[in-house]
C-alpha cells in the first residue's frame, strides 16, 4: 500500500483527548460526568505515544452554550474542574496571576482569548495602590497582546516583558485552538499545564509560551474553533458508513417503518464491521480511520484545498464560550 508522507502532510490537533482515540494509542483518559459535561482527565509522561509535552491534560465536551440554562451547567462544571487544576499548581489567594488573551481580535475564530480577557475582574492596580481589596479577591491582571502579525513583535517576547515588570506567581493563556474532530469544534474546553505554542494548530507556530521559557506555572486554556476540510471528509465518511450499519440493521424491523422523522444514529449502539465498509467504499472502505484521514489530507494539501473551517454561527458561539471561560477563572481565581 502506498506509504503517506506524514511529515509533508501533517493533519494537526491542539487537542489531547482527540490523539488517544488513534489506532494502538496506550494512554487513556480517566471521564466522568456532571451536568451532561463529559470530563476527561490525562497525565502525560515524558515517553508517551501521543506525541503531546508530558504533563496534565482536562478537557470538558457537552453540546451546547447558546442554551441559557446550558451555559450556566458549563460554567458552573468548567469553574469546579479549573478550581481543582488550579490547586495542583499550588495555587491559593495570595498567588499573583497573570491571564493573557491569546489571538486576534478581528477574526472572531480566533478572537475567543482577546473577549475572555476583556471579562476577567482585574484588580492588581489595587493591590499596587495599597488600596484595601475584600479578603474574597487576589491579585490578577490581565491584558491581550494581539497577535504578530499586526505588532510586528513576537507574542512570547512581548508576554516576557509584562512578566518581568508584574512578577506573577502564575500565567494562565486563553487561546483558541484547532481539532480533529468536528464533534469537539466549539463543543470542547482543553486545560493543560504544559504551556502553548501560539498559531501551532494552523500550522503558523510561533515562540511557545510555557514554563521553560518564562519560569513560572503556565496554565493554557482552549477552545478548538476550528478544523480542517481534510477531517470534515474524513469525519463525514465515517458518519457515512455508520448512518448505512444503522439503516441496514433496521432495514427488515417492522418497528421502523413507524419512525417518520430522522433518528441521530450516532447516538445508537450499531456495531460496523469490516464487510459493511468494503460494500459500500470499495477499497477505501478497507482502510483504517486513521488511514483514511491521512489519505485524504493528502490529497487536499498539495492543491491548496485543505481550508481551515468554523461553523456559520462562530460570532454568537465565542461570545458565549468567553464568557464560560471568563465565569471559570473569575470564580476560581476570587472567591466570589
Given at each position: 500500500?502506498?506509504?503517506?508522507?506524514?511529515?509533508k502532510y501533517?493533519?494537526?490537533?491542539?487537542?489531547?483527548?482527540?490523539?488517544?482515540?488513534?489506532?494502538?494509542?496506550?494512554?487513556?483518559?480517566?471521564?466522568?460526568?456532571?451536568?451532561?459535561?463529559?470530563?476527561?482527565?490525562i497525565k502525560?509522561?515524558?515517553?508517551?505515544?501521543?506525541?503531546?509535552?508530558?504533563?496534565?491534560?482536562?478537557?470538558?465536551?457537552?453540546?451546547?452554550?447558546?442554551?441559557?440554562?446550558?451555559?450556566?451547567?458549563?460554567?458552573?462544571?468548567?469553574?469546579?474542574?479549573?478550581?481543582?487544576?488550579?490547586?495542583?499548581?499550588?495555587?491559593?489567594?495570595?498567588t499573583?496571576?497573570?491571564?493573557?488573551?491569546?489571538?486576534?481580535?478581528?477574526?472572531?475564530?480566533?478572537?475567543l482569548?482577546?473577549?475572555?480577557?476583556?471579562?476577567?475582574?482585574v484588580?492588581?492596580?489595587?493591590?499596587?495602590?495599597?488600596?484595601?481589596?475584600?479578603?474574597?479577591?487576589?491579585?490578577?491582571?490581565?491584558?491581550?497582546?494581539?497577535?504578530?502579525?499586526s505588532?510586528?513583535?513576537?507574542?512570547?517576547?512581548?508576554?516576557?516583558?509584562?512578566?518581568?515588570?508584574?512578577?506573577?506567581?502564575?500565567?494562565?493563556?486563553?487561546?483558541?485552538?484547532?481539532?480533529?474532530?468536528?464533534?469537539?469544534?466549539?463543543?470542547?474546553i482543553?486545560?493543560?499545564?504544559?504551556?502553548?505554542?501560539?498559531?501551532?494548530?494552523?500550522?503558523?507556530?510561533?515562540?511557545?509560551?510555557?514554563?521553560?521559557?518564562l519560569g513560572?506555572?503556565?496554565?493554557?486554556?482552549?477552545?478548538?474553533?476550528?478544523?480542517?476540510?481534510?477531517?470534515?471528509?474524513?469525519?463525514?465518511?465515517?458518519?457515512?458508513?455508520?448512518?448505512?450499519?444503522?439503516?441496514?440493521?433496521?432495514?427488515?424491523?417492522?418497528?421502523?417503518?413507524?419512525?417518520?422523522?430522522?433518528?441521530?444514529?450516532?447516538?445508537?449502539?450499531?456495531?460496523?464491521?469490516?464487510?459493511?465498509?468494503?460494500?459500500?467504499?470499495?477499497?477505501?472502505?478497507?482502510?483504517?480511520?486513521?488511514?483514511?484521514?491521512?489519505?485524504i489530507?493528502?490529497?487536499?494539501?498539495?492543491?491548496?484545498?485543505?481550508?481551515?473551517?468554523?461553523?456559520?454561527?462562530?460570532?454568537?458561539?465565542?461570545?458565549?464560550?468567553?464568557?464560560?471561560?471568563?465565569?471559570?477563572?473569575?470564580?476560581?481565581?476570587?472567591?466570589?
Amino acid at each position: 500500500m502506498h506509504k503517506i508522507d506524514l511529515e509533508k502532510y501533517e493533519i494537526r490537533t491542539d487537542m489531547a483527548i482527540d490523539l488517544t482515540e488513534k489506532d494502538r494509542i496506550t494512554y487513556k483518559p480517566k471521564t466522568y460526568n456532571k451536568k451532561g459535561v463529559k470530563i476527561s482527565w490525562i497525565k502525560l509522561d515524558e515517553n508517551n505515544d501521543i506525541g503531546k509535552k508530558p504533563g496534565n491534560y482536562l478537557t470538558l465536551e457537552f453540546d451546547d452554550v447558546t442554551d441559557d440554562e446550558a451555559l450556566k451547567n458549563v460554567s458552573l462544571v468548567f469553574k469546579e474542574e479549573l478550581l481543582k487544576f488550579l490547586k495542583e499548581t499550588g495555587f491559593n489567594k495570595n498567588t499573583k496571576t497573570l491571564v493573557i488573551g491569546l489571538g486576534n481580535i478581528k477574526s472572531t475564530p480566533d478572537a475567543l482569548g482577546p473577549f475572555t480577557s476583556d471579562k476577567i475582574i482585574v484588580t492588581k492596580h489595587f493591590f499596587d495602590m495599597n488600596v484595601s481589596v475584600e479578603d474574597k479577591f487576589s491579585c490578577v491582571s490581565s491584558f491581550y497582546p494581539g497577535v504578530t502579525g499586526s505588532t510586528g513583535i513576537e507574542t512570547s517576547d512581548l508576554i516576557k516583558g509584562i512578566k518581568e515588570k508584574t512578577n506573577p506567581d502564575l500565567i494562565i493563556v486563553v487561546d483558541a485552538l484547532s481539532s480533529t474532530s468536528i464533534s469537539r469544534v466549539n463543543k470542547s474546553i482543553q486545560v493543560s499545564d504544559t504551556g502553548i505554542t501560539p498559531g501551532s494548530g494552523i500550522g503558523n507556530k510561533r515562540k511557545e509560551i510555557s514554563k521553560n521559557t518564562l519560569g513560572v506555572p503556565v496554565i493554557a486554556i482552549g477552545v478548538p474553533t476550528v478544523t480542517s476540510a481534510s477531517v470534515i471528509v474524513s469525519d463525514t465518511i465515517s458518519y457515512m458508513i455508520k448512518h448505512y450499519a444503522y439503516n441496514k440493521k433496521l432495514l427488515d424491523k417492522k418497528a421502523s417503518k413507524l419512525v417518520t422523522k430522522p433518528v441521530n444514529y450516532l447516538n445508537k449502539d450499531v456495531p460496523v464491521n469490516g464487510e459493511d465498509k468494503k460494500n459500500l467504499l470499495g477499497l477505501i472502505g478497507l482502510l483504517s480511520e486513521k488511514e483514511l484521514s491521512d489519505l485524504i489530507c493528502e490529497v487536499l494539501t498539495p492543491i491548496g484545498y485543505n481550508l481551515m473551517v468554523t461553523p456559520k454561527e462562530v460570532d454568537f458561539v465565542i461570545e458565549k464560550l468567553s464568557e464560560v471561560i471568563s465565569y471559570g477563572i473569575n470564580h476560581s481565581l476570587h472567591e466570589i
